[in-house]
Each structure stands twice: as structure tokens, then as C-alpha cells.
């Protein structure tokens, strides 16, 4: 399969960014196991519901992160939604680090992933479909089972941490 990339030179990578930084978007750490167990997870803001029946949900990797691999190819995932008091949670994830996972509460889901502690919502899915989209990939999961403990989320906007407004 060939895949075509057609680029607009006009366009400025700097304010492209911060025109999609102009949309106000949820924080998740997703989670999961690679094939020895070791557990890996990134921050990510590219979530979204798909459908309710089949449950699907989907979010995006970029294809330069160095746990893609696992990502793409692993069974199954957890999407977790941040809390507003996780922002500590989130800029951890999104750093490089040889353990991630230290200090950190969670409980194994069904299929071993983690699922971390305190979040708003956690999504343990299967690893469903995938799709090319540029110099990300984008996977689709099917939600297997959820929690949800309903709080103020955090969210990111304008490339930094924002909250809601009563």
C-alpha cells in the first residue's frame, strides 16, 4: 500500500499547531503491556468517542514515539481520563522516563493492562482497527469495560493546563 502525503507549503507548522491548540480537548494516559509485561503509557489528548454499539472509542500516536511499537501492536489498552488533580499524572507520562509507573496507584484490568487510580473514567479496550493519518496512527479500540467516577476533568488548551469555569 502506498500512502501519499500532500503538504501545503503555505501552511506554518507553528501556527497550525496553535490553531488546533484553540481547541479545548481532555487529557488521557494510556496504558498497556508490551509482549514481556513491562508496562508502558503516554500522555495523549487525541480521544474521542466513536460509537456507542459497538462501544468504540479512538485516539492517535505519533509514529516517532518510542513506545509505538507496543501500542500498535499490543492486544489490548487502557484510555484513563484525567482528573483535575492529575495534572502531576499527565506531565509524567508525557517524559521520557525509566519508570513511569513508580509511585503511581493502579489496578490491572480484565486483561492485565493498567488502569491507573483517580481518574474520572478509565476505558480498558481491544486493540481493534488502525489507520494511517499522516504521521500518526490512529486506533480505534472497543471498549471491553469502563469505570467512571464523575469530577472536574483537566483539560489542555492553548498548549497549556486549563480548567472549568463555574
Not at 103 to 124: H, K, Q, R, Y
Amino acid at each position: 500500500m502506498t500512502t501519499e502525503r500532500l503538504s501545503n507549503p503555505n501552511l506554518n507548522p507553528a501556527m497550525l499547531r496553535q490553531a488546533f491548540g484553540s481547541f479545548a480537548t481532555g487529557v488521557t494516559v494510556v496504558t498497556a503491556c508490551d509482549a514481556d509485561g513491562r508496562l508502558v503509557g503516554l500522555t495523549a489528548n487525541s480521544f474521542s468517542a466513536v460509537s456507542l454499539n459497538p462501544a468504540l472509542v479512538l485516539w492517535c500516536i505519533s509514529l516517532t514515539t518510542p513506545s509505538f511499537a507496543v501500542f500498535r501492536d499490543c492486544r489490548h489498552y487502557a484510555i484513563n481520563v484525567l482528573s483535575a488533580d492529575q495534572e502531576d499524572i499527565s506531565n509524567r507520562f508525557a517524559n521520557p522516563s525509566p519508570d513511569k509507573f513508580a509511585g503511581i496507584d493502579w489496578t490491572p484490568g480484565a486483561s492485565g493492562v493498567p488502569m491507573l487510580d483517580g481518574c474520572i473514567a478509565n476505558f480498558e479496550c481491544r486493540n481493534a482497527h488502525q489507520y494511517p493519518g499522516g504521521d500518526h496512527l490512529i486506533l480505534v479500540g472497543q471498549v471491553e469495560s469502563y469505570r467512571v467516577e464523575m469530577d472536574a476533568p483537566l483539560l489542555f488548551f492553548g498548549s497549556r493546563y486549563a480548567g472549568l469555569q463555574p
